[in-house]
């Protein structure tokens, strides 16, 4: 299973780091996704990374902003937020899947796709004065 960790509230313009931790399997040979669901809307993709090799993909809205990155030894993704704004809120979800060939497939998978990830039950985060 995923576990995802660190959500919380922030106001604008702080930081937070979520963290993505595999259970009982490895993320080895595996693409790691950070989603993110506003109230209302759509879960979207926001920035993906290959496991073995690190090479990554964000998002227009969180490239600058966001930063992805992962701990081999602890088979652990990391996505440190960083300048938040409140339309930044929202359920960020963590899904593996494998056998993708770079971050940015990862990321630009369908929504109609979704169902193939192994997902973790997400953390909320909330930008707010």
């Known amino acids: 299973q995923i576990v995802e960790s660190g959500g919380g509230l922030v106001q604008p313009g702080g930081s937070l780091r979520l963290s993505c931790a595999a259970s009982?399997?490895?993320?080895?040979?595996?693409?790691i996704g950070w989603f993110r669901q506003a109230p209302g809307k759509e879960r979207e993709a926001i920035s993906c990374?290959?496991?073995?090799?690190?090479?990554?993909y964000y998002a227009n809205s969180v490239k600058g902003r966001f930063t992805v990155s992962r701990d081999n030894a602890k088979s652990t993704v990391y996505l440190q937020m960083d300048n938040l704004n409140p339309e930044d809120t929202g359920t960020y979800y963590c899904a593996s899947r494998f056998a993708i060939s770079s971050a940015q497939a990862m990321c630009d998978l369908p929504t109609s796709m979704y169902s193939l990830h192994t997902w973790g039950k997400g953390t909320l985060v909330t930008v707010s004065s």
């Open positions: 990374i290959m496991f073995n090799d690190g090479s990554t």
């Open positions: 009982g399997f490895t993320f080895d040979y595996y693409a």
